[in-house]
Antibody, heavy 122, light 110 residues
Framework: EVQLVESGGGVVQPGGSLRLSCAASGFTFDDYAMHWVRQAPGKGLEWVSLISGDGGSTYYADSVKGRFTISRDNSKNSLYLQMNSLRTEDTALYYC???????????????WGQGTTVTVSS | QSALTQPPSASGSPGQSVTISCTGTSSDVGGYNYVSWYQQHPGKAPKLMIYEVSKRPSGVPDRFSGSKSGNTASLTVSGLQAEDEADYYCSSYAGSNRGVFGTGTKVTVL
């Protein structure tokens, strides 16, 4: 079964850091680009970041650029999001998602995790 | 990058059709055939319904179809069923190696 499972969310103070993880199974992980997408409480979806299958290319939304770092360990079938200098507006449910097509980006996300909640509050 | 514009709500009776629009610019929707659509039920993760403007992943009913004209993409749900009641989001490549989602549309089955 193709599956993504996020972990690492929690409550953190403004200015703090958190590292999210996403464990993948059921597919050839390094064939696919991976995304992080977030959803603030009661709000819509926001694209956060993408990493290529080999990890050599990374891209970010302007809202997180310079503060968040996406990475992956293909030997562990795992995706990560290091979040630094967190702000209250980063409070959201964070999803990891798999790109639908091998070797391509931005065509669509066909597998999603259940999400992990990040709350930034003093 | 601003969110793509969707109507806040849409509705139809069972068996009818509903079409949701997703309006962007020539820098995103109009510039690339990288439009996708997602269905999200309350408390659940999004589900891919359409990718690359009009392609359906396996398992998605053919009642769901996608199209694009200029800077506006559309999702049509034909033969509405009760389980189609959900939030729907479009997404597109936005150039400069970024993605963007739409504002979301709540579909109600009357």
């Amino acid at each position: 079964e193709v599956q993504l499972v996020e972990s690492g969310g929690g409550v953190v103070q403004p200015g703090g850091s958190l590292r999210l993880s996403c464990a993948a199974s059921g597919f050839t992980f390094d064939d696919y680009a991976m995304h992080w997408v977030r959803q603030a409480p009661g709000k819509g979806l926001e694209w956060v970041s993408l990493i290529s299958g080999d990890g050599g290319s990374t891209y970010y939304a302007d809202s997180v650029k310079g503060r968040f770092t996406i990475s992956r360990d293909n030997s562990k079938n795992s995706l990560y999001l290091q979040m630094n200098s967190l702000r209250t507006e980063d409070t959201a449910l964070y999803y990891c998602a798999k790109e639908v097509l091998v070797l391509y980006y931005y065509y669509g996300m066909d597998v999603w995790g259940q999400g992990t909640t990040v709350t930034v509050s003093s | 990058q601003s969110a793509l514009t969707q109507p806040p709500s849409a509705s139809g009776s069972p068996g009818q059709s509903v079409t949701i629009s997703c309006t962007g610019t020539s820098s995103d929707v109009g510039g690339y055939n990288y439009v996708s659509w997602y269905q999200q039920h309350p408390g659940k993760a999004p589900k891919l319904m359409i990718y690359e403007v009009s392609k359906r992943p396996s398992g998605v009913p053919d009642r769901f179809s996608g199209s694009k004209s200029g800077n506006t993409a559309s999702l049509t749900v034909s033969g509405l069923q009760a389980e189609d009641e959900a939030d729907y989001y479009c997404s597109s490549y936005a150039g400069s190696n970024r993605g963007v989602f739409g504002t979301g549309t709540k579909v109600t089955v009357l």
